[in-house]
């Protein structure tokens, strides 16, 4: 499975972006799709799941403002990111893995190479 995100950008704070994730390969709709975000000397951090049948999972961090969404249709997930804070930035990377409910990157098998989100004050 081959992953590619886009959508990010340099925005001020309170604004909205949304990332896409654009899949291609095997069966898309058979796969949990992750993001994951990575600020500058952080670890890489969870930030969002939806699995196969579309249960989702978010951090506390973001819960209320952000939201997942698939399109199996178009092998595409996304991430509608609202009221954007400056601690939102960081690189956001797309994952797809097997497991229906994991929050850990180590269980995620495919990953993309990260787009760029930068919030400022």
């Known amino acids: 499975v081959l992953l590619e995100e886009s959508g990010g950008r340099s925005v001020q704070a309170g604004a909205s972006l949304r990332l896409s994730c654009a899949a291609s390969g095997r069966t898309f709709s058979s796969f949990a799709m992750g993001w994951f975000r990575q600020a500058p000397g952080k670890e890489r951090e969870f930030v969002s799941y939806?699995?196969?049948?579309?249960?989702?999972k978010y951090a506390d961090s973001v819960k209320g403002r952000f939201t997942i969404s698939r399109d199996n249709a178009w092998n595409t997930v996304y991430l509608q990111m609202n009221s954007l804070k400056p601690e939102d930035t960081a690189v956001y990377y797309c994952a797809a893995g097997t497991y229906s409910d994991s929050i850990y990157s180590s269980d995620y098998t495919y990953w993309g190479h990260g787009t760029q989100v930068t919030v400022s004050s």
């Open positions: 939806i699995n196969w049948v579309d249960d989702t």
